[in-house]
């Protein structure tokens, strides 16, 4: 099955760390560009970092900016998102995309398409205290 899995969400309180994980399965990763997008209740998706299969270049949103890495295994054909000094307004399902075609990484992470070759179904972190 052909599928972007994430993993590793859960309650963490606010200054606090996690590690999601998105593993593929049916694809492999290396020639994708990838993305880490959330959505708290009510506002739009939001990229929030995001690598680029041209260079290797990686973007963050200003708001995580410093505080969550985005990184690649391509032997575990698997992604990550390693977010720390979590705060309450971090809250959100995250949700990790690939796209096969060429993109830079601040054009993936400026807008949400839905029509990314691969999503996933999201995962819940909750930042409380």
């Known amino acids: 099955q052909v599928q972007l899995v994430e993993s590793g969400g859960g309650l963490v309180q606010p200054g606090g760390s996690l590690r999601l994980s998105c593993a593929a399965s049916g694809f492999t990763l290396d020639d994708y560009a990838i993305g880490w997008f959330r959505q708290a209740p009510g506002p739009e998706r939001e990229g929030i970092s995001c690598?680029?299969?041209?260079?290797?270049?990686?973007v963050y949103a200003g708001s995580v900016k410093g505080r969550f890495t985005i990184s690649r295994d391509n032997a575990k054909n698997t992604v990550y998102l390693q977010m720390n000094n979590l705060k309450p307004e971090d809250s959100a399902v995250y949700y990790c995309?690939?796209?096969?075609?060429?993109?830079?990484?601040?054009?993936?992470?400026?807008?949400?398409?839905?029509?990314?070759?691969?999503w996933g179904e999201g995962i819940l972190v909750t930042v409380s205290s």
């Open positions: 690598l680029s299969n041209m260079d290797n270049s990686t």
């Open positions: 995309a690939a796209d096969g075609a060429e993109w830079d990484a601040t054009t993936m992470c400026s807008f949400y398409y839905s029509g990314m070759d691969y």
